[in-house]
């Protein structure tokens, strides 16, 4: 699949979801992104989607990562919904970089 570019720094790959929660998952990155641009210059914000089928329902993982400084913050989440599972990638990066910034 192909990845689906927000901005020149900003990357989903294999999200495979309606257009409407695309859009606030992009929101929602946007709002982390620029946070996270307070503390430091980023190369790339990078979320990856995998969906898998349970019988109660779909089971999503998204994994995150920011690249920045010839460093990487990671992060990922699992649930059943994915808006919740973004933002909680994304503030934990967030999280991690003030915790590596404070501790320079």
Not at 28 to 55: A, C, G, P, R
């Amino acid at each position: 699949m192909v990845a689906n570019e927000l901005s020149r720094k900003i990357v989903f790959e294999k999200f495979d979801i309606d257009s409407d929660e695309l859009i606030v998952a992009k929101e929602i990155t946007e709002k982390y992104s620029k946070k996270i641009q307070n503390f430091v210059e980023y190369d790339e914000i990078k979320l990856e989607m995998k969906s898998h089928s349970k019988i109660n329902g779909k089971h999503f993982e998204i994994k995150g990562h920011v690249l920045f400084k010839n460093l990487q913050v990671l992060s990922n989440a699992e649930g059943r919904e994915i808006i919740p599972l973004v933002e909680e990638v994304m503030k934990k990066m967030l999280q991690e970089i003030e915790h590596k910034i404070r501790k320079h």
